[in-house]
């Protein structure tokens, strides 16, 4: 299994060998205790469930509480599934850390992008704008959204003003830089969904190299 749970911390650069410099997102990827083993025969797919981040037990919910305490473990913030081959290969309890990726390792990253609230056409869509001039008075409108008589009604999915961001996420295809297994970071090429302290699922990309 190469997947993890991770929080997004910001991001840096690294220098090459050759002093040209890697933009990279530093990301401190567990560690992380296996929660549930899933099967064929009890669940009807083969996956293992991660926790991530310790939580107070008030801050828990009830349901959460019971389903880690079958197992005598803390409540944990997030659960994530990701599927294995063989779940066979884990036990719950197990600590899964960052030494699960190496520098090299192509991934996938999800997370919610940052909320941008309630958005014009413009910055959610990138319409152009109108002239500013000669008596113009249409700058940032959509402009046309609908027929007349036939349909006499506006097709949806136009692109129109509404809420922006806030949405779960994935950049495929990034490259892993550098790891640090003493401070669990995994450092990754590029930028990946989220603000900063975001949780992030981080696992192998299925179009790797």
């Given at each position: 299994m190469k997947g993890i749970i991770g929080k997004k911390l910001g991001m840096t650069r690294v220098f090459n060998e050759d002093g040209t410099a890697t933009p990279v997102t530093v990301i401190?990827?567990?560690?992380?205790?296996?929660?549930?083993i899933k099967t064929k025969d009890s669940d009807g797919y083969e996956a293992v469930q991660l926790g991530f981040e310790k939580m107070r037990r008030k801050s828990a919910t009830k349901p959460r509480i019971g389903h880690l305490a079958k197992?005598?473990?803390?409540?944990?913030?997030?659960?994530?599934e990701f599927r294995v081959d063989d779940p066979g290969e884990y036990?719950?309890?197990q600590e899964v850390t960052v030494d699960v990726f190496e520098p090299g390792d192509v991934v996938d990253v999800t997370g919610w992008s940052k909320g941008r609230g309630f958005q014009g056409v413009v910055r959610r869509h990138g319409f152009a704008v109108g002239r500013?001039?000669?008596?113009?008075?249409?700058?940032?409108?959509?402009?046309?959204?609908?027929?007349?008589?036939?349909?006499?009604?506006?097709?949806?999915?136009?692109?129109?003003?509404?809420?922006?961001?806030?949405a779960r996420t994935t950049i495929k295809r990034l490259d892993v830089v550098q790891i640090d297994l003493e401070k669990n970071l995994l450092l990754v090429r590029g930028a990946v969904p989220g603000a900063n302290e975001g949780v992030i699922l981080v696992k192998k990309s299925n179009t790797g190299k």
């Open positions: 401190e990827a567990g560690p992380c205790v296996v929660t549930q197992h005598g473990l803390a409540p944990r913030r997030r659960l994530a036990q719950v309890g500013r001039t000669h008596g113009n008075r249409n700058h940032r409108k959509p402009g046309s959204i609908g027929q007349s008589a036939t349909p006499a009604r506006v097709w949806k999915g136009r692109k129109l003003p509404g809420r922006m961001g806030a």
